[in-house]
């Protein structure tokens, strides 16, 4: 059978303060359409492809309690609970080898849990592309790749050669030459021009064997702790694990990784500068969320997710950020920095507690 996993273990930390330990990016609402959160943007996107029932979300159990707070419809069985957050490959490991204990031939569809999806009918015509690859050679694994728009540096990249397989035809799938990592601007640029170089979606179909196989050939550690599971040991060795992302771990390495493109708006809203792509700005090119009023200010992106007004006057190219007794002032230039911000405010005991 097919299985959606939603990978919702992320605390997405550059949103801070937005997004905090108890309230993480894939709970927020202020950046859809729909003014519902982004996780249950995806869980509604799943289950357009598979059953509810097998629509699985793949946290750690202290996440579980804030999501079930805001999405009330969850069960304890719509959970794949993992001891400790290690990355994508340990969860989306884990949450394989949970299936094929009730289904060993089980087919696995991976989707983040805090992008933004426009366009649909592509975004489904592109996941059932991805299913067809598998039907036609069960050993690959197939991602969504995402053409390019911008020089984007955030963003890992694919380098695509011709797919052919068993006389498969389709003229939007590739084989995976070559993954990069987040580009230089200048060679972000290239990449942007040349063609051949797409974004990594971080949306993948396999098999749940196969990628099991691959884990046990590629990451052995990792695969020596799934064999524990059920074991007093397990949670221990899990605990021990290098946090790896999937692609890392695995697909870098693989042989027979494969890509359909996606023909749809994808954005994994990643930082502060996402809200400029994602939500229309006003004739000063200002993106304003909640109550806040500018004057003479350009280029700014103003949050206000409480009561009471933000105003900001004679400024540009900031963004500033009010979420309860929080407020971030923060010029563009440093969006990209967030991470080393928060690391610095963990290492002050009087404001931490504040994440």
Excluded at 74 to 79: G, Y
Excluded at 132 to 148: F, Q, S, Y
Excluded at 240 to 264: C, M, Q, W
Aim: proline residues 5%; contains cysteine.
């Amino acid at each position: 059978m097919e299985y959606a996993l939603i990978l919702a273990g992320g605390r997405g930390e550059r949103f801070w303060p937005l997004s905090r330990q108890n309230n993480p990016k894939q709970l927020l609402a202020i950046f859809t359409r729909t003014k519902r959160t982004l996780l249950e943007e995806a869980i509604e996107r799943a289950g357009k492809i598979v059953p509810g029932e097998r629509i699985k979300i793949i946290t750690s159990p202290e996440l579980k309690r804030r999501i079930c707070a805001r999405v009330k419809s969850l069960t304890d069985d719509d959970f794949i609970l993992e001891p400790y957050a290690k990355n994508t490959a340990p969860a989306i490991a884990f949450a394989a080898q949970r299936l094929i204990e009730t289904d060993p031939d089980a087919l696995m569809y991976i989707f983040p849990s805090d992008h933004i999806i426009r366009d649909e009918q592509k975004f489904l015509l592109a996941v059932a592309t991805a299913r067809e690859m598998i039907e036609a050679d069960e050993d690959g694994l197939v991602l969504i790749g995402i053409k390019p728009n911008r020089p984007e540096t955030g963003y890992g990249y694919i380098e695509l050669e011709p797919f052919e397989h068993n006389g498969f035809i389709c003229n939007r799938c590739y084989s995976v030459k070559a993954f990069k990592e987040k580009p230089s601007r200048p060679l972000a640029q290239e990449f942007l021009l040349d063609k051949r170089h797409y974004w990594n979606s971080g949306i993948f179909v396999w098999k749940a064997k196969t990628i099991l196989k691959y884990v046990e050939e590629l990451m052995p550690e990792l695969h020596r702790a799934l064999e524990l599971y059920g074991t007093v040991k397990f949670k221990e060795a899990y605990r021990n694990l290098h946090p790896t992302s999937i692609d890392y771990g695995v697909l870098e390495k693989a042989r027979k990784v494969y890509v359909v493109i996606g023909d749809f708006f994808w954005d994994d809203v990643g930082s502060w500068h996402a809200l400029e792509r994602i939500i229309a700005k006003d004739e000063s090119g200002n993106v304003k969320i909640g109550n806040a009023f500018t004057f003479d200010v350009s280029n700014a992106s103003v949050v206000n997710d409480g009561k009471g007004i933000i105003v900001v006057y004679g400024v540009s190219d900031i963004v500033v950020a009010r979420s309860g007794s929080r407020v971030l002032i923060l010029h563009k230039d440093k969006i990209d920095d967030m991470r080393r911000l928060i690391e610095r405010i963990k290492e002050e005991p009087e404001w931490k507690k504040y994440l």
